[in-house]
């Protein structure tokens, strides 16, 4: 049972600070005048619960604040809820429920988002959405949501809500998505089965062939297995045949080489006798008189080494000389460039410049003066010294004398001439004591590679009889070729032959093993098919037990019957008026049924009227008792009441007590706003609220 323990506002409507803790059998009255903000209480318990207010939650916000905020701590057997709810001046909520079981420490909601919180507290918590919570726990003032006024359809809704069963849509829906998706599957399973036994008689089919291929696989291997073998021995008489015919190229290759090294012997022999016959014809009588001046060369050139020497020394004693002849001075350019500063000097008697103007510190002309002069003295002292050193340097020049002439190039020409000829002169020795010499081993030579030449004239007839025999044994194989030729070709035909009864067998045999393999997956759809339709048939049955006339219409039947007793039995103490409640009716063409809940207002003199027929006070009446017959269907054990009975005569006030006396006796808590004394002072205990600088505040308990 759903109790409440405390609630706090802070800046809620004229609310700053105010906190109520609600006992246990405890009856509340909160009285004041009209606007000191004894509705604030009732509707900060609406907003705390279901983010609803009067007006726009940001007009909740208490003037001159920026958030409301509202805290209701409720209690259901052992386990403690603390709901917190807060509107800030820009319309932002925000809403957080803490959860307390037992001694344990206080845990946060883990949900989020304030959209699932609410749908959270709403339908695990509170079970009751916010008009059925209106029209029977709390009852606000000036209420525009009240459950007479509710469509027919809306009123069954709200029925179905109090027995938890307002999720039979959702299941419903999920039971047809489910419905659908099996049958989906049973279908699939059914074109499954179409597709497998169809690939299942083609593979049973290709697979009926697999004894035959076998038999062919055999014997195409026994008829390959002996044209190998044939081809084995006609491999080795090849490969004989391939011997010889190598054996010829090399022979053939050794006879030509050994030809070849005859030429070259002929050649050789041809040389020989041609060095000889130079030999023979050499003239050198001749030879001597071409470097027969070779002596007087020698004088020639050894007459111009002496005067080269000779004119080697001059040149040296020449720069010897140089170096001592003095440097060059223009001496008459420099005395006259001095005069001419004394003449300038001497020109301006006063101290002063002759070029810039420059006054000089006093007895600076004199120095000037004397500077110049000893200058002057100094350069020409040194053009005496200059001349002198010149005339010294001339006088050495003319005693060394002309220098001598010298052909270089007549030097350089005999040198080389002389050199040429004695290079002659030597081989003319070496051709004189050698040519005997050489007469006689140029001999030895030819005679040596004559006989050479008749051992590889003999090696040639022996290789060509051998290259012969060697052609005479190939010409007689030709026929094997052929024989190989026409074997590999058998051969060939043969393993294209084989490939193919290789091929037809896999396909046979992966026919064979599809083949298993799809009667085992017909066995599995087929076990699959039957526990869809098991499970089909379930969920039709489902389908239909959630349908109109399903499980609804049994819950609608059992509260219905028991709403009217609650209603009738709050109402009879009230009035001589009772409800009846009906869940069809007939419409206004008579033709079909309409599906609802309809409430049927029967007054004392039996006459049915709508609730809209009666006066106010009457129907206050009718509404109250509707209010506590939906209240007794439900898990709360607290009522609130604002300004809920008004235009009451004073013996339906009595009557009313005597109503409100009963129920303090099945009702935990009950908070109760009135301006009828009589009905306040029922109530043990009472809480004033007052207005105070636009603040309302509690000031008694």
Wanted: aromatic share 4%.
């Amino acid at each position: 049972m759903l109790l409440l323990q405390k609630i706090k506002l802070n800046n809620f409507l004229s609310h700053s600070e105010t906190e109520i803790d609600f006992k246990d059998k405890f009856s509340l009255a909160i009285t004041g005048r009209s606007g000191s903000g004894k509705s604030g209480i009732v509707d900060s318990i609406i907003f705390a619960l279901y983010g609803k207010g009067r007006v726009d939650n940001r007009f909740l916000i208490k003037k001159g604040a920026k958030v409301a905020k509202v805290q209701l701590t409720i209690v259901d057997d052992n386990i403690t809820y603390r709901v917190e709810r807060t509107v800030d001046n820009k319309g932002k909520n925000s809403l957080e429920i803490h959860i307390k079981d037992g001694d344990k420490p206080w845990k946060s909601l883990q949900v989020s988002g304030i959209k699932n919180i609410q749908e959270y507290l709403e339908k695990q918590i509170l079970k009751c959405s916010y008009t059925l919570f209106v029209n029977s726990v709390c009852s606000p003032q000036n209420s525009t949501d009240s459950f007479v006024d509710q469509p027919a359809s809306a009123k069954k809704d709200l029925l179905l809500q109090i027995a938890s069963v307002d999720n039979l849509e959702e299941y419903l829906k999920k039971t047809k998505e489910k419905l659908s998706e099996f049958e989906t599957e049973k279908s699939n399973n059914e074109s499954n089965s179409l597709i497998i036994n169809q690939s299942l008689a083609i593979d049973r089919q290709t697979a009926a062939n697999l004894p035959t291929l076998e038999t062919q696989e055999q014997k195409i291997k026994a008829e390959l297995e002996i044209i190998n073998t044939n081809l084995k021995q006609i491999t080795s008489q090849l490969a004989n045949l391939d011997f010889k015919i190598n054996s010829k190229a090399e022979k053939e290759r050794e006879l030509n080489v050994t030809k070849q090294s005859i030429q070259m012997i002929d050649l050789e022999i041809n040389t020989l006798k041609d060095e000889i016959k130079k030999i023979n014809e050499l003239d050198i009588t001749a030879m001597r008189v071409e470097v027969g001046d070779i002596d007087q060369l020698k004088s020639e050139l050894n007459g111009l080494k002496v005067v080269e020497k000779l004119a080697n020394e001059w040149n040296v004693k020449m720069m010897e000389v140089m170096k001592e002849r003095p440097v060059t001075r223009d001496f008459d350019k420099e005395i006259a460039e001095i005069n001419k500063q004394l003449i300038d000097l001497m020109a301006y008697p006063q101290e002063q410049c002759p070029q810039c103007g420059h006054k000089f510190a006093p007895k600076t002309v004199d120095s000037t003066s004397k500077r110049l002069e000893s200058v002057l003295v100094d350069t020409n002292r040194a053009r005496i010294d200059y001349n002198r050193g010149l005339e010294e340097y001339e006088t050495k020049v003319k005693a060394l004398g002309e220098r001598l002439d010298i052909d270089s190039g007549k030097i350089k020409a005999l040198e080389v001439d002389i050199y040429n000829k004695e290079q002659k002169l030597v081989n003319i020795n070496n051709i004189i004591n050698t040519r005997d010499l050489k007469r006689i081993t140029y001999q030895e030579k030819i005679t040596s590679k004559e006989a050479g030449k008749s051992e590889k004239e003999s090696k040639i007839m022996a290789l060509t009889a051998e290259i012969q025999t060697l052609i005479t044994e190939i010409m007689g194989s030709e026929d094997i070729k052929k024989q190989e030729v026409e074997l590999n070709n058998k051969k060939n035909e043969i393993e294209v032959e084989l490939r193919n009864v290789i091929g037809s067998l896999s396909l046979a045999r992966t026919a064979v093993t599809r083949a298993v393999l799809a009667e085992e997956q017909l066995k599995t759809i087929e076990g699959s098919t039957q526990e869809l339709n098991t499970k089909i048939e379930a969920l039709i049955l489902l389908k239909e037990a959630m349908g109109i006339n399903g499980i609804k219409a049994i819950i609608i039947d059992y509260l219905t019957v028991s709403l009217e007793e609650k209603i009738n039995e709050v109402l009879s103490k009230l009035s001589d008026f009772r409800i009846r409640i009906d869940t069809q009716k007939t419409s206004a063409d008579g033709e079909k049924q309409i599906e609802g809940l309809f409430i049927t207002v029967i007054n004392d003199m039996g006459e049915e009227l709508d609730f809209n027929s009666y006066s106010g006070g009457e129907r206050v009446k009718i509404a109250m008792s509707i209010g506590e017959g939906l209240s007794s269907l439900q898990k709360f054990g607290w009522r609130v009441w604002d300004e809920t009975i008004t235009g009451l005569d004073p013996q339906m006030i009595d009557s009313f007590m005597e109503v409100l006396s009963k129920l303090k006796e099945n009702i935990n808590q009950i908070i109760l706003i009135s301006h009828i004394p009589q009905i306040q002072d029922c109530i043990e205990e009472k809480l004033e609220i007052k207005k105070i600088n636009g603040n309302s505040q509690i000031v008694t308990n």
